[in-house]
């Protein structure tokens, strides 16, 4: 149980850069769903119905 506690806590964002970073990446790949772009690939977003 401390060894997960450990790793949860290590992995934690600290500085305000790369937390800026990270909402930034985050944000990038919204934005290229938007835009109909797959955010994995790069190919072609297709709407489907279901």
């Known amino acids: 149980m401390n060894n997960i506690v450990s790793l949860i806590l290590n ?3 600290d500085s305000d ?3 800026q970073r990270h909402i930034d990446e985050i944000n ?3 934005d290229a769903v938007r835009a109909g772009i797959c955010p994995r ?3 072609e977003l297709v ?3 279901g």
């Open 47 to 49: 709407r489907r119905n």
């Open 11 to 13: 992995s934690n964002i």
């Open 41 to 43: 690939c790069g190919g």
């Open 17 to 19: 850069e790369a937390r």
């Open 28 to 30: 990038q790949k919204k």
